[in-house]
């Protein structure tokens, strides 16, 4: 496995692990609804697992085509010329630093338990595992798709499983935020 693949499987593990310890916190903390009107952490962690099954559909759309077409390419020069910018995704980890209309899909439909949200977002988190595996020597960077989202442009398969984490991870700190008000800090 490249170093590449190494770090985002790294990030989107330890970005879940946080995420994870939100199902534990008491539930007066999880269903509390901010003064703004915002979302309870129990229905920002339910639109995390929504978020992660549109995205994962693109990614898994991505590792397929990218598998295609490693026969038709130069895989050790793709590498060789290729740069993976954190800084180009760091306002997806920043909780309100860029305006976005959410569609209404990713809304949380509270129809879920905590217990059935826990658990797709541990699947999901084994998906994006399964497919970095699957992508071990840098065949991520064979297909690209267009994300929309703070005009990020296209991205590679790689890219869209660290966009997912840096997702969680804006989400780890609105639910920070909560717990703030909630305790009068």
């Not at 003064?35 to 994962?56: A, K, R, S, V």
């Not at 699957?134 to 590679?156: A, F, H, R």
Request: glycine content about 4%; hydrophobic content about 35%.
């Amino acid at each position: 496995m490249i170093p590449l693949v190494k770090n985002i499987q790294s990030w989107l593990l330890n970005t879940f692990q946080e995420v994870d310890m939100w199902f534990n916190q008491d539930k007066e903390l999880r269903i509390y609804r901010p003064q703004n009107g915002g979302w309870t952490i129990d229905e920002i962690l339910e639109h995390i697992t929504l978020t992660n099954h549109y995205l994962l559909i693109l990614i898994e759309k991505g590792k397929r085509k990218a598998l295609k077409k490693v026969s038709e390419v130069d895989l050790q020069s793709m590498l060789r010329n290729y740069t993976f910018s954190l800084e180009k995704f760091e306002n997806i980890g920043r909780h309100q630093s860029f305006v976005w209309v959410r569609p209404k899909h990713m809304e949380p439909q509270r129809n879920k338990n905590l217990l059935e949200v826990r658990q797709i977002m541990k699947n999901q988190v084994q998906q994006c595992v399964d497919v970095l595996q699957s992508l071990p020597n840098g065949e991520g960077l064979l297909y690209k798709t267009t994300m929309s989202v703070d005009n990020l442009g296209k991205l590679n398969v790689y890219e869209y499983i660290y966009f997912l984490a840096q997702h969680a991870r804006r989400h780890v700190e609105q639910m920070a935020k909560n717990k703030r008000e909630f305790l009068n800090e």
